[in-house]
């Protein structure tokens, strides 16, 4: 695929379904990822996959942090929460590592591992896998982030579900770049 044709056709796909990116598939996502703009050379990024039985326990410690911030929350919510990680057969965590103190403002070096996470969903589109990148309450939350293993200061910038598209592939909506640029001065 050209390389425009992914960057003005990506779309997100919510509907996945197996088989997950195969090996080669996940080398070429991975490579992608680390041709993200690194101001000062930091790499401040790293990648956990979830996938198997382990969506399973990623849905429980969803639950679990769900219940630690509202102890009565319904049924519903709690099912909901379970769930969420079976959406995808494959899920990649992106974390951003900041350093503090470094000329390099954390900001930047979030937004780095922001491109990151945009250069795997390119190479998913590229090679004609879909992709969604989502974030919501668990990506924020304390307990989640424990039980990922993040330390102190290291955040999670998404959830990227991965895997095959199911249906159609939607396309992607005509914007208008004049609507989003203008000149300064």
Not at 94 to 107: D, F, N, S, T, Y
Not at 138 to 153: F, K
Request: charged share 20%; aromatic share 6%; with cysteine.
């Amino acid at each position: 695929m050209e390389a425009l044709d992914a960057l003005l056709n990506r779309v997100s796909l919510a509907r996945l379904r197996e088989p997950a990116p195969d090996a080669a598939q996940r080398e070429v996502l991975f490579r992608a990822a680390l041709r993200a703009p690194d101001h000062g050379y930091l790499r401040p990024w790293r990648f956990l996959t979830v996938e198997g039985d382990a969506r399973q326990k990623l849905g429980e410690l969803f639950v679990s942090a769900l219940l630690a911030n509202n102890p009565d929350a319904p049924e519903a919510a709690v099912t909901k929460a379970r769930a969420m990680p079976l959406r995808a057969p494959l899920l990649v965590v992106v974390i951003a590592r900041l350093q503090a103190g470094h000329k390099v403002p954390e900001w930047e070096q979030m937004m780095s591992a922001g491109c990151a996470a945009h250069g795997v969903l390119l190479a998913a589109h590229a090679q004609g896998l879909g992709a969604i990148w989502r974030t919501g309450d668990m990506a924020t939350d304390p307990t989640v982030a424990a039980g990922l293993g993040l330390a102190e200061n290291e955040r999670v910038v998404g959830f990227l579900y991965l895997g095959s598209v199911e249906g159609e592939r939607r396309a992607a909506p005509d914007l208008a770049p004049a609507d989003f640029v203008s000149a300064w001065g």
